[in-house]
């Protein structure tokens, strides 16, 4: 083999190895932009998630107050039923 089609050989893998290291690149930057546009949505729907979480938060705070008030009237309630009962039962004795 001379020295012609040695260097027409060399140029032919070398040609070869470039044309995969692009096709590896172009691969390479399709995946990162998929990854990159997954990674927004999911940063997005992590946003989302955490405003639902807040306003869970605070419904649940709202609540936790409205269960308290109505168990302190309750107990105002029940106070008053046992006082006029225990009146009632005075009446009766008397």
């Known amino acids: 083999m001379d020295i012609s089609q040695e260097d027409s050989s060399f140029l032919a ?7 995969k290291a692009v096709e590896v690149v172009t691969a390479l930057r399709k995946e990162n932009a998929s990854l990159e546009e997954k990674l927004s949505t999911a940063t997005s729907g992590q946003a989302d998630s955490e405003k639902a979480l807040a306003a869970a938060q605070q ?5 936790q107050k409205e269960v308290d ?3 302190a009237e309750r107990k105002q309630v029940r106070a008053r039923i046992e006082k006029l009962l225990g009146q009632m039962d005075m009446l009766s004795a008397g």
Do not use: F, H
């Open 69 to 71: 008030s109505l168990a």
């Open 13 to 19: 893998d070398l040609e070869e190895r470039i044309v």
């Open 59 to 63: 419904e649940n705070a709202r609540l």
